[in-house]
Each structure stands twice: as structure tokens, then as C-alpha cells.
């Protein structure tokens, strides 16, 4: 039995404080194998740069999966092909930096981890329901596959879990930073969530200071763009599985300690 945490999109300062300040306790007091963050958000709210990475593997996190703010950063792109743990939607374009699938291999036992982008409203490459097959093929000795879908259509990821079920270890949503109540182990055994959620401020709009995103739906002029700071909290899952077999998962909303 391998237990994996999976940590919806780290936003900022102020999520990234919440996984150091709390990834400790959560590893003894759940027993985990493995951490997977998603970190498209992880510098000032866009994007990621190679120092919140670095940041990220120092305080546990194994593997960085991202999403449409991937390239926000320039400094960002060598990294992403020359590190194997940061992972961009494999279904971008084959002439964007960086990689969709990774393996990671811990105390015997191994994970796959895939990065897809929704199509709808998002700007990949192809289809993430095609381009996963080629993905998995890269994965397929691995013992646990997890799969990051990360995507504003909520169809577009059932849709995935249920063409996944069976096949991979979990099947997670990324990008709304709103968790979601249908997590569930899939009857083929394929744990499954819509959407992990954020962590990051609460405090705020889905990262954004709340009275400057206000002030842009009433005015409809652009304004500069602050991470929110106020009521950090960490919203993860916990999955337990054998092979390609999930046992459960499990809802982690935890909060932080605060600026
Ligand atoms: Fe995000
Ligand atoms: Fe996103």
C-alpha cells in the first residue's frame, strides 16, 4: 500500500508558507509515500520560476505538475527541460519547453505522474482524452499512476476519469482553486476528484486580493493584481492505492497558520 498527497495549485507566498508550515505533520501524521503539487501558481500568484520550485522540493514535494500560466516566466523554460520532477500539460505543443510524464521511484515502490490541460477555454496543443494514451505508454512501469487534469470544464474531467477508470491510480482536477465534493473511488478503482482545489489565501478571489478583483467586475478597467494573503489554507488529497488500484481518497482541508 502507497500513499500518495496531492496538493491543489500552490498560490503564492502565501500557499506556499501554508505546504512548508504544514507538509511536515501531514507526512508523519498520515504515513505518505509520495507529495505531487501543482505549482503554476506558486510565484506571485502566475506562473512558477526555478527558485519557488527549488522551494517546493525543499520542503518534501516530489513532483510539480503545472497548467496554462506555465510559461509566465521565462526563466522557467531551460528548467523545464533540463529537471524530470516539473511537469508541464503533456498535451502542449512538441515545441514547448518541458515534458508531460515523469517517474519517481521511492523506498521500492514507484509513481507516474501525467500533466494534461483541458481543452475547452485553454490553449493546448490536442486533445487531452487522445493524448493521454501516448502519456501512460511513458509511465507504464510505474506501480502508481497519478494523473493532473487541469482544467476549467468540470466535463472535460469526468469525462477523463471515466475513460481512465481502471487504468491509472487517481485522476485529479487542477485550476478552478475551488475544491469539489465528488471525491470518490471510480467502480474500476480509480480515485477521482473534479477539483483538488487551491492552497492559498481564502481570503481572497481564487488568489487575488479580493476588493482589486471586485473593483475590476465593477468597473470593467484593469487594475494591478496582488496575491491575497489573508486565511491561508491547504487543500489536498490523500489517496491510498495499491498498483493501479485505489483503496480511498480523501478530502485534506486544512488551515494555515497565517501571515
Ligand atoms: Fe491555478
Ligand atoms: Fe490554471
Given at each position: 500500500?502507497?500513499?500518495?498527497?496531492?496538493?491543489?495549485?500552490?498560490?503564492?507566498?502565501?500557499?506556499?508558507?501554508?505546504?512548508?508550515?504544514?507538509?511536515?505533520?501531514?507526512?508523519?501524521?498520515?504515513?505518505?509515500?509520495?507529495?505531487?503539487?501543482?505549482?503554476?501558481?506558486?510565484?506571485?500568484?502566475?506562473?512558477?520560476?526555478?527558485?519557488?520550485?527549488?522551494?517546493?522540493?525543499?520542503?518534501?514535494?516530489?513532483?510539480?505538475?503545472?497548467?496554462?500560466?506555465?510559461?509566465?516566466?521565462?526563466?522557467?523554460?531551460?528548467?523545464?527541460?533540463?529537471?524530470?520532477?516539473?511537469?508541464?500539460?503533456?498535451?502542449?505543443?512538441?515545441?514547448?519547453?518541458?515534458?508531460?510524464?515523469?517517474?519517481?521511484?521511492?523506498?521500492?515502490?514507484?509513481?507516474?505522474?501525467?500533466?494534461?490541460?483541458?481543452?475547452?477555454?485553454?490553449?493546448?496543443?490536442?486533445?487531452?482524452?487522445?493524448?493521454?494514451?501516448?502519456?501512460?505508454?511513458?509511465?507504464?512501469?510505474?506501480?502508481?499512476?497519478l494523473v493532473d487534469m487541469h482544467a476549467e470544464a468540470t466535463s472535460e474531467k469526468v469525462a477523463?476519469?471515466?475513460?481512465?477508470?481502471?487504468?491509472?491510480?487517481?485522476?485529479?482536477?487542477?485550476?478552478?482553486?475551488?475544491?469539489?465534493?465528488?471525491?470518490?473511488?471510480?467502480?474500476?478503482?480509480?480515485?477521482?476528484?473534479?477539483?483538488?482545489?487551491?492552497?492559498?489565501?481564502?481570503?481572497?478571489?481564487?488568489?487575488?486580493?479580493?476588493e482589486q478583483s471586485i473593483a475590476v467586475m465593477r468597473s470593467h478597467m484593469p487594475q494591478r493584481?496582488?496575491?491575497?494573503?489573508?486565511?491561508?489554507?491547504?487543500?489536498?488529497?490523500?489517496?491510498?492505492?495499491?498498483?493501479?488500484?485505489?483503496?480511498?481518497?480523501?478530502?485534506?482541508?486544512?488551515?494555515?497558520?497565517?501571515?
Amino acid at each position: 500500500m502507497s500513499t500518495i498527497l496531492f496538493i491543489g495549485d500552490v498560490v503564492a507566498r502565501a500557499g506556499r508558507r501554508v505546504v512548508r508550515d504544514l507538509l511536515p505533520g501531514l507526512r508523519e501524521e498520515l504515513a505518505i509515500d509520495f507529495v505531487v503539487a501543482n505549482g503554476e501558481n506558486a510565484a506571485g500568484g502566475l506562473g512558477i520560476t526555478p527558485k519557488e520550485a527549488a522551494e517546493l522540493y525543499g520542503v518534501g514535494v516530489d513532483v510539480i505538475t503545472l497548467g496554462n500560466h506555465t510559461y509566465r516566466h521565462r526563466e522557467v523554460w531551460p528548467y523545464l527541460d533540463e529537471q524530470p520532477n516539473i511537469i508541464r500539460p503533456a498535451n502542449f505543443l512538441p515545441t514547448q519547453p518541458g515534458r508531460g510524464t515523469t517517474l519517481v521511484e521511492r523506498d521500492g515502490g514507484s509513481l507516474g505522474v501525467v500533466n494534461l490541460s483541458g481543452n475547452l477555454f485553454m490553449q493546448a496543443g490536442s486533445p487531452a482524452l487522445l493524448t493521454i494514451d501516448d502519456a501512460l505508454r511513458e509511465v507504464e512501469d510505474a506501480e502508481l499512476v497519478l494523473v493532473d487534469m487541469h482544467a476549467e470544464a468540470t466535463s472535460e474531467k469526468v469525462a477523463l476519469g471515466w475513460h481512465l477508470d481502471g487504468r491509472v491510480t487517481a485522476v485529479v482536477g487542477t485550476h478552478t482553486h475551488v475544491p469539489t465534493a465528488d471525491a470518490r473511488v471510480l467502480p474500476g478503482g480509480t480515485a477521482y476528484i473534479t477539483d483538488v482545489g487551491m492552497t492559498g489565501a481564502r481570503g481572497g478571489v481564487i488568489g487575488v486580493r479580493r476588493e482589486q478583483s471586485i473593483a475590476v467586475m465593477r468597473s470593467h478597467m484593469p487594475q494591478r493584481y496582488d496575491s491575497a494573503e489573508e486565511d491561508p489554507w491547504l487543500n489536498a488529497v490523500l489517496i491510498r492505492g495499491r498498483g493501479r488500484r485505489a483503496d480511498s481518497i480523501e478530502q485534506i482541508l486544512r488551515p494555515g497558520s497565517g501571515p
